[in-house]
């Protein structure tokens, strides 16, 4: 289904709950437990991606939150596995509750992993997580590479002062691997605005000009991809507030509490709770026919943009 700027919407970001393990200075910070009662169960989830299939989604990206906390995580899976018209799976997980599980991702049908690591030193990672693990995380990348998840995306929001001073470290893990390591621009979505410290892609390439540019691994890929000369593996850089992407954007996000999002840098969503009541698919198919269409064309960061809800709320 097309937007009224001609975008082709095949991209459905599905956050499974807002619960998380973590607590990201940036990200959710401060922020009290999410309700779990207030999630959609899993043949909800499976309605919302069939009827999002119906209408040129191909592609799902699991997320949240955590969405490794959903019990119910691997049925989620297999479920929306089963839908004709998705080609594929995605996940982004923080990878603490990775190790032991790759395997199991892998045989329900998950076809590519993103996990986020915002560093390579474990204290820094403890301080920046709010208390996370960074051996779990490494381990969880280990195993995720043994069981078949060949490319790898690893990603990192750089935080001037805080772990810029480790560029060079992750782009060192793309020498011998396959991994991607992708730079993601702060972007302004929580209570604490942290754009003071935002880091851009512009400086990452001027700190490295011997990056090479290469084309995208797909058409509306919101990183610019890199190589350094002679690495396996790509630099990715995720620049929406410098470096706006909106006109190839291909993606609407669904929340865990069933709200619709047409764009991260908007706080416009439709509800399709009401919905998802009724038996046939009429509305659903309504709803979001409508929050496609509405998609604005542009997002607001820079425009004094005040987010209601973080990214952990929304589904990164
Ligand atoms: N819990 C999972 C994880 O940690 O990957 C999935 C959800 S998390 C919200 C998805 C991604 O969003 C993470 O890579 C996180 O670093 C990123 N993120 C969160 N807040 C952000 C912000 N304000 N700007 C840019 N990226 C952000």
Redesign the pocket.
């Known amino acids: 289904m097309n937007d009224r700027f001609g975008r082709t919407i095949t991209y459905l970001r599905l956050s499974l709950t807002e619960r998380?393990t973590?607590k990201?200075s940036?990200?959710r910070a401060g922020e009290g437990v999410c309700p779990k009662k207030s999630e959609l169960a899993k043949e909800e989830f499976l309605r919302i991606a069939r009827a999002f299939a119906e209408v040129g989604v191909k592609k799902v990206r699991l997320?949240?939150?955590?969405?490794m906390l959903r019990s119910d995580l691997l049925s989620i899976i297999s479920g929306i596995r089963a839908i004709p018209q998705i080609e594929e799976i995605t996940m982004?997980?923080?990878g603490q509750h990775l190790p032991g599980m790759s395997c199991a991702l892998k045989e329900a049908g998950l076809d590519r992993l993103?996990?986020?690591v915002?560093s390579l030193k474990p204290e820094r990672y403890h301080e920046i997580t709010g208390g996370g693990s960074l051996s779990r995380v490494l381990t969880g990348i280990e195993e995720a590479f043994a069981a078949g998840f060949s490319t790898l995306k690893l990603?990192v929001?750089l935080l001037r002062g805080e772990n810029d001073d480790e560029t060079g470290n992750f782009i060192a893990l793309t020498k011998e691997r396959a991994v991607s390591v992708r730079f993601?621009?702060?972007?302004?979505?929580?209570e604490i605005d942290?754009a003071n410290l935002r880091v851009t892609g512009a400086e990452i390439l001027q700190k490295y000009p011997q990056l090479i540019h290469v084309v995208p691994s797909y058409r509306g890929q919101p990183a610019r991809d890199f190589q350094m000369p002679g690495h396996i593996g790509r630099v990715g850089l995720i620049d929406p507030v410098s470096h706006r992407f909106c006109a190839d954007c291909n993606r609407v996000r669904v929340m865990s509490d069933g709200m619709v999002r047409p764009c991260l840098g908007s706080n416009e969503e439709f509800s399709l709770k009401e919905a998802l009541e009724q038996e046939g698919d009429g509305a659903l198919h309504a709803v979001i026919a409508r929050a496609i269409a509405l998609k604005p064309e542009s997002h607001c960061f820079d425009d004094g943009f005040s987010a209601q809800k973080?990214?952990?709320r929304i589904?990164?």
């Open positions: 998380c973590l990201c940036y990200c997320t949240g939150g955590e969405p982004t997980t923080n993103n996990i986020s915002d990603n929001v993601i621009e702060y972007m302004p979505l929580g942290h973080t990214m952990s589904g990164g």
